[in-house]
């Protein structure tokens, strides 16, 4: 069965940091780019962040460049967004997904699967 799982959310202060991970089953990992998208209450989804498959070409919104990294381990079949100096308009449920018809970027509607979604709130 194929899955996206993503883990990591929570709350934090500003300022602080949180990882989140995706962990992907059923599929070949290593022929996805994988995305990082948010929503916050009562906006549009918005993209946060790529990686091809091979893990050297990622690309960032520039409202988190300079302080979020994504990066990929194939052999575990996971994905992973380091967020820090986090600001309170962080504040969304982040959701990752794959595509296997893009290699270099993750267009919101060219994304094949989708996880759950976990939510980071940064608040004081």
């Known amino acids: 069965q194929l899955q996206l799982v993503e883990s990591g959310g929570g709350l934090v202060q500003p300022g602080g940091s949180l990882r989140l991970s995706c962990a992907a089953s059923?599929?070949?990992?290593?022929?996805?780019?994988i995305g990082w998208f948010r929503q916050a209450p009562g906006k549009e989804r918005e993209a946060v962040s790529c990686?091809?498959?091979?893990?050297?070409?990622?690309n960032y919104a520039d409202s988190v460049k300079g302080r979020f990294t994504i990066s990929r381990d194939n052999a575990k079949n996971t994905v992973y967004l380091q967020m820090n100096s986090l600001k309170p308009e962080d504040t969304a449920v982040y959701y990752c997904?794959?595509?296997?018809?893009?290699?270099?970027?993750?267009?919101?509607?060219?994304?094949?699967?989708w996880g759950k979604g976990t939510l980071v709130t940064v608040s004081s």
């Open positions: 997904a794959a595509t296997g018809r893009y290699n270099l970027r993750c267009p919101l509607g060219g994304m094949d699967y």
């Open positions: 990686i091809s498959t091979s893990g050297f070409i990622t």
């Open positions: 059923g599929f070949t990992f290593d022929v996805y780019a």
